[in-house]
T-cell receptor, first 112, second 115 residues
């Protein structure tokens, strides 16, 4: 079974600064990898996904993520955060059974 | 495109009653739908997987008689919490898998409070 680790529970970043959220996964084959964002009391919005091909994936809202097989990682980055990026971020991994396993999430706080 | 509507967004019910939550894919056919439960400040825990026209597959530890899932069509799945108790209070989220590439779309969630 697959699993996901998000080492950072909470990250605070200044508006305009860069952001990197870490994600490590465990899966025996090539995984499907996702990053989702959740605002309080809301569902999940897909930021980006990786299935195959180019290991650097561009997403919405200026986010990107890089798949590194050797490190079993799929870290999310944004060069310059906006106050509206404050939210909960979840990394997820999927396998051949199409089930998703989610990490514990990282709360991002943006300070002015 | 690829919108999933989940209804209701909030519900308060009395202990011992049943509550039905609907999850509809509005502009695509969902071969598979998933139901998750999320506790405050925690991650999503998969409860069950449902395929249209067949019985749902429940994850270990999830009571299938308490959480009834029906996937009657390619666009609708329902989760019924039967004989609800306060410990069933939670945020429930559905998602729909929409294509072979494994794209998933999530509903906006349902906040269930059992009093």
């Amino acid at each position: 079974a697959q699993s996901v680790t998000q080492p950072d529970i909470h990250i605070t970043v200044s508006e305009g600064a860069s952001l990197e959220l870490r994600c490590n996964y465990s899966y025996g084959a090539t995984p499907y990898l996702f990053w989702y964002v959740q605002s309080p009391g809301q569902g999940l919005q897909l930021l980006l996904k990786y299935f195959s091909g180019d290991t650097l994936v561009q997403g919405i809202k200026g986010f990107e993520a890089e798949f590194k097989r050797s490190q079993s990682s799929f870290n999310l980055r944004k060069p310059s955060v906006h106050w509206s990026d404050a939210a909960e971020y979840f990394c997820a991994v999927g396998g051949n059974d199409y089930k998703l396993s989610f990490g514990a999430g990282t709360t991002v706080t943006v300070r002015a | 495109g690829a919108v999933v509507s989940q209804h209701p967004s909030r519900v308060i019910c009395k202990s011992g009653t049943s509550v039905k939550i609907e999850c509809r894919s509005l502009d695509f056919q969902a071969t598979t739908m998933f139901w998750y439960r999320q506790f405050p400040k925690q991650s999503l825990m998969l409860m069950a997987t449902s395929n249209e026209g067949s019985k749902a597959t429940y994850e270990q530890g999830v009571e299938k008689d308490k959480f009834l899932i029906n996937h009657a069509s390619l666009t609708l799945s329902t989760l019924t919490v039967t004989s609800a108790h306060p410990e069933d209070s939670s945020f429930y989220i559905c998602s729909a898998r929409r294509d072979q590439a494994g794209g998933y779309t999530f509903g906006s969630g349902t906040r269930l409070t059992v009093v």
